[in-house]
């Protein structure tokens, strides 16, 4: 399948300031890409330089083919984008923004701009400085999605969102990858991800970390056990098992804690052979292998 984003060793420096280094990766047409990292990792920073906001102190990045900054009024045909912080005139309703914004973009289908804001629940009568932090964003998406773009690139698109709209966004999502349409959205928030993504790019400190297929992140063929003994255990049971890592007591001298790799064959056969009377294992979370990757850097 074509690749709708491509970007090559993206940098951008702000002096001082932590911004981009060497950033690259590809995003497929028809695909729900995850940009994952906490506040200040530089998701913000890719997602201005690919709208043209920003210009890249190095690299290189195109969308549908079209640079982004030398064709940035063509590429901003195909978006429909929501920034990390919206700012719109504060004294329009909502319903005048999205209808300027529509006009801008040579109309749009009404019933299906309807449809968005019924679902989202947000009243377009009242001004944009009347309403709160969560229908300030309803508005952002609805702008985004009203005039059913190509790619969506969304920062932090549920931000403020209480759980029934997040799984109305999650529900949008889907339809748009249904449809064929692609979507870029940075969060920070690991279960997000799990609902909407296909894949999932992790940036750390302003480098890219990995790329890799959700399953692929979450599923690292890691367990964490608990193994509780009669009596008191030794850390020296497990720690010679090749698979083991991290072993260690939890809590009191008879519970073995250890992260294990792999097949758990080795882990139980030694369990068995001390008289373990509970074992308990489970898959690590998103956010404890976001945590993982997401070390600091040892200076």
């Given at each position: 399948?074509?690749?709708i984003?491509?970007?090559?060793?993206?940098?951008?420096?702000?002096?001082?300031?932590?911004?981009?280094?060497?950033?690259?990766?590809?995003?497929?047409?028809?695909?729900?890409?995850?940009?994952?990292g906490?506040?200040?990792?530089?998701?913000?920073?890719?997602?201005?330089?690919?709208?043209g906001?920003?210009?890249a102190n190095?690299?290189?990045?195109?969308?549908?083919?079209?640079?982004?900054?030398?064709?940035?009024?063509?590429?901003?045909?195909?978006?429909?984008?929501?920034?990390?912080?919206?700012?719109?005139?504060?004294?329009?309703?909502?319903?005048?923004?999205?209808?300027?914004?529509?006009?801008?973009?040579?109309?749009?289908?009404?019933?299906?701009?309807?449809?968005?804001?019924?679902?989202?629940?947000?009243?377009?009568?009242?001004?944009?400085?009347?309403?709160?932090?969560?229908?300030?964003?309803?508005?952002?998406?609805?702008?985004?999605?009203?005039?059913?773009?190509?790619?969506?690139?969304?920062?932090?698109?549920?931000?403020?969102?209480?759980?029934?709209?997040?799984?109305?966004?999650?529900?949008?999502?889907?339809?748009?990858?249904?449809?064929?349409?692609?979507?870029?959205?940075?969060?920070?928030?690991l279960?997000?991800v799990?609902?909407?993504?296909?894949?999932?790019?992790?940036?750390?400190?302003?480098?890219?970390?990995?790329?890799?297929?959700?399953?692929?992140?979450?599923?690292?063929?890691?367990?964490?056990?608990?193994?509780?003994?009669?009596?008191?255990?030794?850390?020296?049971?497990?720690?010679?098992?090749?698979?083991?890592?991290?072993?260690?007591?939890?809590?009191?001298?008879?519970?073995?804690?250890?992260?294990?790799?792999?097949?758990?064959?080795?882990?139980?056969?030694?369990?068995?052979?001390?008289?373990?009377?509970?074992?308990?294992?489970?898959?690590?979370?998103?956010?404890?292998?976001?945590?993982r990757?997401?070390?600091?850097?040892?200076?």
């Amino acid at each position: 399948m074509a690749n709708i984003i491509t970007t090559a060793h993206l940098t951008k420096s702000y002096g001082g300031s932590r911004g981009i280094v060497d950033v690259s990766f590809t995003v497929e047409e028809g695909e729900v890409f995850g940009f994952l990292g906490p506040n200040g990792a530089g998701k913000t920073t890719t997602m201005r330089v690919l709208m043209g906001l920003l210009h890249a102190n190095a690299g290189s990045a195109t969308i549908g083919d079209l640079d982004v900054w030398a064709q940035s009024t063509a590429v901003k045909k195909l978006i429909g984008y929501l920034p990390g912080e919206l700012s719109l005139d504060p004294a329009l309703t909502g319903a005048q923004i999205l209808a300027y914004l529509g006009n801008l973009r040579g109309g749009m289908d009404q019933t299906y701009l309807r449809q968005l804001i019924d679902r989202l629940g947000v009243d377009p009568s009242k001004r944009f400085r009347e309403y709160s932090r969560g229908n300030k964003q309803k508005i952002g998406l609805i702008q985004a999605f009203m005039h059913r773009p190509r790619l969506l690139i969304l920062d932090e698109p549920t931000s403020g969102l209480d759980p029934l709209n997040q799984q109305e966004f999650y529900a949008m999502v889907k339809e748009v990858r249904a449809d064929g349409r692609t979507v870029f959205l940075s969060s920070h928030v690991l279960p997000e991800v799990e609902h909407t993504c296909d894949r999932v790019g992790i940036i750390r400190e302003g480098s890219l970390v990995t790329v890799d297929r959700i399953s692929a992140v979450r599923d690292l063929k890691r367990h964490i056990v608990d193994i509780t003994f009669p009596g008191d255990a030794q850390v020296g049971w497990f720690s010679a098992i090749a698979s083991a890592h991290d072993v260690a007591f939890n809590g009191d001298q008879h519970t073995i804690h250890l992260t294990a790799q792999g097949d758990l064959s080795e882990v139980i056969r030694a369990a068995a052979q001390h008289g373990a009377t509970n074992i308990e294992a489970r898959e690590p979370s998103l956010e404890e292998v976001f945590l993982r990757y997401y070390e600091p850097t040892q200076s």
